[in-house]
């Protein structure tokens, strides 16, 4: 209920505007947002990666609908990648990228054209480009343009939400491909997807055997511990290394485990979000938690 309420705000203009304008909102998103500029989030790749970690890097914005911002979307990311080029960051920072934030809801062309230009600049840093997935309707788009990406850029890689029916099929399409397992992060109706928790955690172990058997390159983004135990001993079941996959978790979340992965030999990257549209992506980040929800009003009410 809270969380269909909270996912319902975060596309909602009114909401929008009375949550940032509360001076408390600004702490509390700190602790899920890098930053708002690319100096920013150098400062905490910088960090993150002195620690060990990988990162994948995600300029803040969605559903834009001119096509100005989406080309300054663009230009973040280009911006964003040559920045990294000369410090050496590249092997260690890949980029994700909501095809929504260059252009897709406007024009599909335009958004391959924008994806192409950042899977140009990741490559010339040693860097790549993992595309976010957005909500259910989305899908299809997101996936074509996967596809016609990989035939100049194969290392592309995509997230796939285990709440939806379609993703074990959709693993088995792309068993060759960087997938990023994620439980999924928007409402999605019972005609396209499981409602229970239960569902969409045995749903995810399911995408993982088929991630695991395949020849691809399995990203488990997760913070919960039981699939993270799962995803080990698929791994081991077939025969990867503990460098022929990755965890992923986000930035501000569970610092500790991500460093207990790393001292145990995983490799961990962490999703680190930088820019000045927060909105939407900070009320995904309190539907999925209670705790987060008591943590921003504890600090609304100062
Ligand atoms: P949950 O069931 O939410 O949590 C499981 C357990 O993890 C909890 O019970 C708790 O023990 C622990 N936990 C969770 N959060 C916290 C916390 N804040 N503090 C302490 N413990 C916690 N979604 C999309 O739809 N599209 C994407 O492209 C996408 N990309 C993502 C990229 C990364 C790297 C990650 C980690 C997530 C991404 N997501 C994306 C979000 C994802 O879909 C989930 O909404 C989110 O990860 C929460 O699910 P969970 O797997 O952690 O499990």
New binding site residues.
Partial sequence: MLRSLLLASSRSPLMRKAVSELPATRRVVDRFVAGETTADAITVVRRLTGAGLTV?IDHLGEEVTDQQTAVLATKAYVTLLDALKPLGLGQRAEV?V?LSAIGQTLDRGMALDHARQICAAARACGSMV??????HTTVDATLETLQALRADYPETGV?I?S?LYRSEADCRDLADARV?L?????RVPPSHGYQS?AE??RA?VRCLRVLMAGTGYP?V?????R?IAIAEVLAGQHGRDRDAYEF???Y???PD?QRELIESGARV???VPYGDDWYGYFM??L???P??VAFFLRAVRG
Avoid: I
């Fill in positions: 994948t994700s909501k993992t595309l976010d997935m957005e909500d997230a939400q709440c990023r994620v439980k999924g992060a928007y928790k969409v955690d995810y990203m983004a997760t913070h919960d511990d699939l992923q978790m986000l501000g979340v569970r485990r990257r962490v999703y995904r980040r539907a999925e938690r705790a987060n």
